[in-house]
């Protein structure tokens, strides 16, 4: 079986198991992106058809949201909060750092996001899913290399 294949075999089994109901929609791509890390192109009309939608519904709802993904992801995501209470402790600064430091590495994306929910410990990020807080440069790129390892 080929990858588009399973991709499609799985994105019909997820509507399936909403009812291929149309307003399940967003629940649908998050399954989809949790069991595939990512939303292939090759599952957009297959959702469209099972939930009676046109393909450029399905494709603006990807495209709206900045968490679903087109591609198969790197093996790191790093996600630096950019949000107040982060701003005024550095993290933009941070993040042109961590940017910068880690352009060069294909397994690594660094990503601003708005908001984890750590504002007591800006600046603040997630790498791989871990929550990390009262982020230094250094300690940053730390937790990078010990989610590749």
Known sequence: MTAAASA?????????????????LLEILH??????GYIPE???PVIAKRLNLARAE???IISFYHDFRTQPPPRV???????EACQAM???????????AL???????????YCLGL????????VRGRPLGRLTHETLLAAVREAQA
């Open 8 to 24: 499609e075999d799985t994105a019909i089994a997820i509507c399936a198991g909403h009812g291929d109901r149309p307003e399940a």
């Open 31 to 36: 399954d989809l992106q949790t069991a595939t």
């Open 42 to 44: 090759t599952s957009l």
């Open 58 to 60: 399905v494709h603006g």
């Open 77 to 83: 995501v790093v996600k630096l909060c950019q949000a």
């Open 90 to 100: 550095g993290c933009e600064r941070l993040l042109a750092d961590a940017s910068a």
């Open 103 to 113: 352009a060069d590495d294909a397994e690594v994306a660094t990503e601003a996001v």
């Open 119 to 126: 504002c007591a410990t800006a600046p603040a990020a997630m």
